[in-house]
């Protein structure tokens, strides 16, 4: 049985109860008649004290041997425990090792730092932090299935392998089934015709697209899954895989969006704060001791909500010296967004109405043809973490921007249709995962919050 479920059940009156559990070895005292061993599972922070004592069958021979990592089942009877710090302990009957760990195990009963446990991702979950950190990811991950259940939309697995750049930045990863060093051996060009897809394809960068097309057949959806940018970005901020969830809406607005992106961040919140308290806490005490009171305010206050040219006004105004220059027409930058939300503002704020220049093909253009009906939610340390817009439904706008842009209209054909086939003017957002859970965590690199990340130069485990 799994520790977390024997805590949740346990009672005064079901103490004495035969049970088995199965884990990992943290610690182990021994003496020369009894042998207390710190086991943990993994469904919960707290580890299970377990009580060998010298009668077991094999306890000279492998219980006082066990060395930490080791994997163990234990079966035994719960009873009260008169050290502190823990309601219960198991005294074993029986304790089977079913995996010696060696010697040169790493990780040992000590702190580690964040950048060597990276170097170790496959033994990192077995810490309290990293540990921590995958309960409450996976915690979130159920949230927001359960977000868009209650509120009537339907899951899409849009594709991983694209032909298209939905974001037209062309930083994607090509997909390729070529023998390219062959190729390249014998001087040839690439042909795409003679690839697998018969052209030119990629890891995709969003799934949007592809749920915009559902969204106008099942009125709404979401995707959730990973995404692939190739940019050259080795900060603390960026990733080379990560996971986005994208919903899509038809008939709504920009500000039906807006409302949507801020219930949906908050019910992330509360749901957290409610169902992963014990590892918040340890979070608190070890790597973010204002995050509860963080947490907690933005999940209660209302989002602050001004346009692009209020956001730039103000930040000149400010006369601060930024890294980057503020300017109209120019892309707000993560010092810009922090400084909206952690100086001016002290909570999350929204940036609607960007300039169009800046912004990608797909979005509405507003009626001063300068802007677009776009918006992006900002958080304190954190910077941009949602971003969405108005789609333009305009058959004559869409492939008038398209082509402003150069854009191959054949490759986005399929695209185009929605809007010659009964078109309804729709919404949507984009949320970085990471982002969501790296804020909840408080962690401070946004590598820590992915079980195997990739960055540039580095794609170990």
Known sequence: MQYRRVVELM???????????????????????????????????????????????????????????????????FCASPAQGQAVELRASTIKVVGWAAEDYPLQKKRHSFEFLRQISHLRPRTNSLGAVARIRSALSYAVHSFFKERGFFYVHTPIISTGDCEGAGETFTVSALNLEKLALQGQKLDWRQDFFGRQANLTVSGQLEAEAYAMALGRVYTFGPTFRAENSNTSRHLAEFWMVEPEMAFCDLQDDIDLAEEFLKYLLRYALANCQEDLALMMNYVDKDLSLRLENVAEKAFVRLSYDEAVRLLTDAKVDFSYQVQWGADLHSEHERFLTEQIFKQPVVVTDYPLQIKPFYMRANDDGQTVAAMDILFPGIGEIIGGSQREERLERLVGRMESLGMVLDEYQWYIDLRRYGSAPHAGFGLGFERIVQFVTGMKNIREVIPFPRTPGSAAF
């Open 11 to 77: 009672t005064e009156k079901e103490l004495g109860l035969h049970l088995e559990v199965r884990g990992w070895v943290r610690s182990c005292r021994h003496s020369k008649e009894v042998t207390f061993i710190d086991v943990n599972d993994g469904s919960c922070l707290a580890n299970l004290q377990v009580v060998a004592e010298g009668s077991l069958a094999n306890y000279a021979e492998e219980v006082k041997r066990l060395t930490n990592g080791s994997a163990i089942v234990v079966r035994g009877e």
